[in-house]
C-alpha cells in the first residue's frame, strides 16, 4: 500500500517444480469478532456498537463449558454471497460488518495474483479512487512475482497449474472517521492456506498453510472498497498468531470461516 508501512511475509508452495516466495500484506485497527457471532441483523451501521450484517454463526460455541475457548470451539462466521460479479471479483455485499469480511474474503479467494491484467481487472473493481496508487503497486508486486520464478513480468497463470486461496480465519476491527458511521471502515486480518496443483499432481506436497494478510475497506459508492488512505493506516493493529486451538487467538479476535459446501 501507498502511504504506510508494509509487512512482508513469505511463504513457500509448489509451482512447476520451483520454489516461490510470495510477499505481500497490507493495512490498519475496533470492533470484536465476537460480535460478527452474536448480531446477525442487516442494514445500515450506526453510531454505537457495530451491527454484523447477515453474516451468521454457525455450530455450537462450546461442548464443554470448562474449558478455555480457541477459534476451533467457537462458533464459525458464515459469509455473504456475491449478487454479482464484475471484471472477474464478487460484488455486491451487504452495508454491515459482515458484509465487509464477506467481500474481503471472497476478493482474497478469488485474487489473480500470478496474472497481472486480471488482477488488474479486479483491483478496479474493488479499490476505492480515494487509494491513490494502489492498484499500480499491487501490479507492480505481482510482476515481481512471475520475474521471480522466471516468468514474463505481465501474463497469465502458467498453463495446467491452478491454485486455490482459502481463508480459514478472519479478525475485524472498526476504524474510526469523523465523517464516516462507525463500522463503515474496517480492518480486517486474514489467516489463509494456498494450494497449488497440476493434471499430474493433484495434491500439494508443499502449500502455504497459515500465512496472513489484512485489508482496510470501507464503505463508498454502494460498496466495500480496500483502501490505504493515512487515516485509516495509522489507525492499523497486528494480531497474535492465528491458530485454531489457542486461546489467546480467540481472546485476539481470531475468528473462523464457514465456507458453505
Known amino acids: 500500500m501507498d502511504h504506510h508501512e508494509r509487512s512482508a511475509r513469505r511463504a513457500r508452495f509448489l509451482l512447476a517444480g520451483l520454489t516461490v516466495l510470495v510477499v505481500g500484506a497490507l493495512s490498519a485497527g475496533g470492533i470484536t469478532a465476537y460480535s460478527l457471532i452474536e448480531d446477525g441483523s442487516s442494514g445500515t451501521p450506526a453510531s454505537g456498537p457495530v451491527a454484523t450484517g447477515e453474516a451468521k454463526p454457525s455450530g455450537p460455541a462450546s461442548a464443554d463449558s470448562g474449558a478455555e475457548m480457541t477459534p476451533e470451539r467457537a462458533r464459525k462466521i458464515s459469509l455473504n454471497a456475491p449478487?454479482?460479479?464484475?471484471?472477474?471479483?464478487?460484488?455486491?455485499?451487504?452495508?454491515?460488518p459482515g458484509g465487509a469480511v464477506s467481500a474481503v474474503v471472497h476478493f482474497w479467494?478469488?485474487?489473480?495474483?500470478m496474472d497481472d491484467?486480471?488482477?488488474?481487472?479486479?483491483?478496479?473493481?474493488?479499490t476505492s479512487p480515494d487509494a491513490t496508487g494502489y492498484i499500480d503497486k499491487q501490479i507492480s508486486e505481482v510482476r515481481t512475482l512471475r520475474e521471480g520464478v522466471g516468468l514474463p513480468a505481465s501474463g497469465g497463470t502458467p498453463a495446467g497449474i491452478t491454485f486455490t486461496t482459502t481463508v480459514d480465519a478472519?479478525?475485524?476491527?472498526?476504524l474510526a472517521d469523523d465523517d464516516l458511521p462507525?463500522?463503515?471502515?474496517?480492518h480486517i486480518w486474514l489467516s489463509f492456506d494456498r494450494y497449488?496443483?497440476?493434471?499430474?499432481?493433484?495434491?500439494?506436497?508443499?502449500?502455504v498453510k497459515g500465512d496472513t494478510t489484512d485489508f482496510i475497506v470501507k464503505w463508498q459508492d454502494d460498496a466495500w472498497k480496500i483502501t490505504d488512505?493515512?487515516?485509516?493506516v495509522r489507525q492499523r493493529t497486528f494480531p497474535v498468531a492465528y491458530d485454531p486451538d489457542s486461546p489467546?487467538?480467540?481472546?485476539?479476535?481470531w475468528i473462523q470461516v464457514r465456507h458453505e459446501d
Open 117 to 126: 491484467e486480471k488482477a488488474r481487472q479486479q483491483l478496479d473493481v474493488v
Open 229 to 232: 488512505e493515512a487515516a485509516y
Open 182 to 186: 462507525r463500522g463503515d471502515v474496517m
Open 248 to 253: 489467546f487467538a480467540w481472546r485476539d479476535q
Open 170 to 174: 478472519v479478525r475485524v476491527r472498526s
Open 109 to 113: 479467494e478469488e485474487y489473480a495474483w
Open 83 to 96: 449478487t454479482s460479479q464484475k471484471g472477474g471479483a464478487s460484488t455486491g455485499f451487504p452495508h454491515s
Open 196 to 207: 497449488a496443483t497440476t493434471p499430474e499432481k493433484v495434491a500439494d506436497d508443499n502449500p
